[in-house]
């Protein structure tokens, strides 16, 4: 059963405290993206990684970490700096990686909904 | 602002009626996609237009591309009470990342049963 997973579902953050959403496919793709959705918004993007242990910055990594140690994993980490973090997450892979020639459609996981206590 | 938007915002029809959705972009792009979303859910691939193409079709989706106008209309045919979601287009720009999707803030799409 090929995809993309994330979780938790639901997430839920005191103040001050960093917390991670996991996201991980095995779909063998290169790229991997997170994107946060406020209601009633689109998407806006977060981080993206393009290959194994490099990843790039979005339009608003303030606030977020990542990793991409693994190919199929890419970890996102809110951090305490993200004032308001509450949001759904959404992480998404595509096949294609490097150059310019690659514009893949893209995946998404179910999402994982952040809430702050 | 977003590179793409889209309109209407909120779109409320009975079934069996076509639905039309539109996509507004600023700069010129490689592609455009069109994605759908459920409530609470993730985001769904339905059809990619490349820059060169002027329409496209999938099933019951007919998707055109003006890039003198810099739109992109998205035609539901025949819809369905399932066909109720959220739809996005995003586009991605001919210069800079090969990897980034801009999207729009969406169509609240209704099909009233």
């Known amino acids: 059963d090929g995809g993309i997973t994330q979780s938790p579902k639901y997430l839920f953050r005191k103040e001050g405290q960093n917390v991670t959403l996991s996201c991980e496919q095995n779909l063998n793709h290169d790229a991997m993206y997170w994107y946060r959705q406020d209601p009633g918004q689109g998407l806006r993007l977060i981080y993206y990684?393009?290959?194994?242990?490099?990843?790039q910055k979005g339009d608003i990594a303030e606030g977020y970490s990542v990793s991409r140690e693994k190919k199929e994993s890419f970890p996102l980490t809110v951090t305490s700096a993200q004032k308001n973090p509450t949001a759904f997450y959404l992480c998404?892979?595509?096949?294609?990686?490097?150059?310019?020639?690659?514009?893949?459609?893209?995946?998404f996981g179910p999402g994982t909904r952040l809430l702050v206590l | 602002s977003q590179q793409g938007e889209e309109d209407p915002q909120a779109l409320s029809i009975q079934e069996g009626e076509n639905a039309t959705m539109n996509c507004s972009y600023k700069t010129s792009i490689n592609n455009l996609q069109w994605y759908r979303q459920n409530s609470g859910r993730g985001l769904v691939h339905l059809i990619l237009i490349r820059s060169n193409e002027r329409e496209k079709h999938s099933g019951r989706l007919r998707v055109t591309l003006d890039t003198s106008k810099k739109s992109s209309s998205l035609l539901i045919t025949a819809s369905r009470a399932a066909d109720t979601a959220s739809y996005f287009c995003a586009t991605v720009l001919s210069s800079g990342s090969a990897r980034q999707l801009t999207f729009g803030s969406g169509t609240q799409l209704t099909v009233l049963p």
């Open positions: 990684s393009q290959i194994v242990n490099d990843f």
């Open positions: 998404a892979s595509s096949k294609d990686s490097g150059g310019r020639g690659g514009r893949e459609t893209q995946y």
